[in-house]
């Protein structure tokens, strides 16, 4: 037993960073909102959407563990056509999804700190924080503050979840009018909810990046088992607690009449609101810090995401010799970090006062592009790219090609409606 909570303390760490960074928006904005302004009539769809991207978040982990380099570098075995696809792909959505989850964190910074005035100035410094922290600690950094924060927000949901079911739903006003989901705002808000639920589809290569890094960390290469049994749990935590923000939504918010703020701080204030009132007032500090630090988190994981893979797609575009790529390119890492903040603020300020036209345009942007990296995913773990022994099951890869025709044929109708 001793041997095998020991392994699993290696092995853990990527899987936690992954639910961190889906906690975040997805969770806490998006999750809320669904269930606030639908009720519970898009619980059916976060669970069957959880249910269908989940084999192509695993295959990052799972191509990682087998072959020792990141799925990444599959992309480029795949052909040079497909890495430029996915550096562009990158480099088209990065600043918009960064910025989303800034704009968030911030409005929870200024809920906590009572920092309301400070306005842009607040993003400008949360973000000179996190790549200060990052340039400083990189992945040590970021997989003890992640660790922490996690079992904070899950203990606080957790509690919260159970005393508002024992409560129940809220009473609904008396001109009190659901809304419609099968209309153009309706179907928008729903392909954003998908886009990030429970996170964007083309962060997958990142799981690949950080299961190699821990196992740098720790000099300890894991079984393909163990790896997979890290990722499943966290994933699965992950899709429990987006059901529960759903519900919480929905019985706190639906049919009272209130509506959830578009302004940052005023919607953070409103989610801490949300748990202060089941928990009890006491609990406001520290659902408020837990909140902000789950947020902290995400950001950091997103810098830390983005600025790897943009590393490593930049490294394996422009060299081919690994001798050259350890000697020119060691100090990207720091440089993409600055880019990603820089063009971040930029959407941010471009969206400053309007929280749900950033995430909504993120989230829908994230969607569009999720068939695609679904394809190539599957595509490296299976044929020729992994031995038989290390392939998905049968029941996986049906489950892949579900889900690619799900996200295939939303994506197509969207587009259709949009024409």
Not at 282 to 309: C, E, H, K, P
Not at 357 to 375: K, N, R, W, Y
Request: glycine share 8%; aromatic share 14%.
């Amino acid at each position: 037993m001793n041997k095998r909570i020991s392994q699993f303390t290696k092995t853990a760490g990527p899987g936690i960073l992954f639910a961190s960074t889906a906690i975040g928006v997805s969770h806490l904005v998006q999750s809320t909102r669904a269930g606030a302004d639908y009720g519970l009539l898009l619980l059916g769809f976060v669970i069957v959407v959880s249910l269908l991207k989940y084999p192509f978040f695993e295959y990052g982990s799972r191509y990682a563990n087998v072959t020792q380099t990141s799925i990444i570098d599959g992309y480029k075995k795949l052909g040079k056509p497909i890495l430029w696809m996915y550096f562009l792909i990158t480099i088209a959505s990065m600043f918009f999804i960064t910025g989303a989850v800034g704009f968030v964190t911030a409005g929870f910074f200024e809920n906590l700190f009572g920092l309301e005035f400070l306005g842009q100035w607040t993003i400008i410094l949360l973000f000179g924080i996190c790549a200060l922290i990052l340039a400083i600690g990189k992945y040590h950094i970021l997989d003890s503050l992640i660790k922490l924060t996690a079992v904070v927000l899950l203990i606080s949901t957790v509690c919260a979840f159970l005393l508002v079911l024992w409560n129940g739903p809220v009473e609904p006003s008396e001109n009190f009018i659901p809304k419609e989901l099968w209309t153009s705002s309706g179907i928008l808000f729903l392909l954003a909810l998908m886009g990030w639920m429970p996170t964007a589809l083309d962060l997958s290569s990142w799981n690949s990046l950080w299961t190699l890094e821990r196992m740098k960390q720790t000099n300890y290469r894991p079984k393909l088992k163990e790896t997979l049994f890290e990722f499943r749990l966290a994933y699965t935590i992950t899709a429990i607690l987006a059901m529960m923000f759903v519900i919480l939504g929905a019985f706190i918010f639906y049919g009272s009449g209130e509506e959830l703020p578009n302004n940052n701080a005023d919607f953070a204030h409103k989610v801490v609101t949300l748990y202060t009132l089941t928990i009890g007032q006491w609990s406001n500090l520290i659902i408020t810090a837990a909140a902000f630090a789950v947020m902290f988190g995400t950001i950091l994981a997103v810098f830390d995401g983005y600025s790897r893979s943009l590393q490593r797609t930049v490294e394996l575009i422009f060299t081919e010799k690994q001798e050259i790529i350890r000697t020119k390119f060691r100090s990207f890492y720091i440089l993409f970090l600055l880019v990603i903040l820089t063009g971040s603020l930029i959407v941010v300020l471009q969206f400053a006062g309007n929280l749900r036209e950033i995430v909504d345009f993120a989230t829908v942007l994230s969607f569009m592009i999720a068939p695609v990296i679904a394809v190539v995913n599957l595509r490296l773990v299976t044929g020729k790219y992994l031995e038989k022994d290390f392939q998905p099951s049968m029941w996986l890869k049906i489950l892949s090609f579900v889900g690619i025709i799900f996200l295939s044929g939303f994506a197509i109708y969207f587009l259709i409606t949009r024409i």
